[in-house]
């Protein structure tokens, strides 16, 4: 089984972040990047068909040299090569060409990728390869299981989960609860130096999307603890009163 990963290289949640002199980018500066957390669960899942039924894991990221950060953790989990398309990042559709432009001629049985990145949180990727692809896909999945050329996803949505069957090759997009990835043993972090990382150059369409402007939240806000005797109504009138008056966004 030939499968692909889509994999991101993103800010880890825990890091400081600020914002660049454009205010249309973060400073790069003192910012830990690391595997996104949703295409760790990818990899395992790609690991664990690989083990079972044979064949090769192809690991996908697209971005600058330090991307390959991203693709050595990967490789570190166990897959067995990478390819890093080096493209600069303006959107989420310039992303997926990238992507789409170096899995077309790889043959996929399978493709997998997190259901979204943790720094822009698009849930837009596994949708665009779709279409780019033209393969059938299945996001936020918590379960799969692959019989011949049918996959079997069991995906969350609201108020419960739902069951479909797609025929391969087609996407996956994980979740949470899909599995549990495994931390890389010393032994493979050693090997995942060692293990083949192709670059290519992207060639992506004009950008969909444009970053106007980041800011940063307020450090401080105001707040105030209105008192009242007891009664609701009376309660009610008076936050009315400040909301109006005070806040004034009434």
Sequence with gaps: MN????????PDTTTRINVAG??????PAGVKFILNPYDELAVEEALRLRDKMKGEVTVITV?????????RQALAM??????????EKKDSWQVAEMLAQAIKPLNADLILLGKQSIDFD??????????LLDLPAATVVVGLTIDGNKATAEKEVEGGREVIEIELPCIIAAQKGLNDPRY???????????KPVQEIQGAPSAARTEVVQLTKP??????KILKTDGNPTHAAHELARMLHEEAKVI
């Excluded at 499968?3 to 993103?10: F, L, T």
């Excluded at 971005?63 to 693709?71: S, W």
């Excluded at 166990?78 to 493209?87: F, T």
């Design 3 to 10: 499968i692909i990963v889509c994999v991101s290289h993103v």
């Design 22 to 27: 454009d205010a249309k980018s973060i400073d």
């Design 63 to 71: 971005g600058a040299d330090n991307a390959k950060e991203a693709i």
């Design 78 to 87: 166990g897959a067995d090569k990478g390819i890093l398309v080096k493209g």
């Design 122 to 131: 698009g849930m837009e990727i596994a949708p665009m390869l779709s279409e």
């Design 184 to 194: 890389p043993s010393l032994p493979n972090i050693m090997k995942a130096k060692q």
């Design 218 to 223: 307020e450090k401080k806000r105001a707040n």
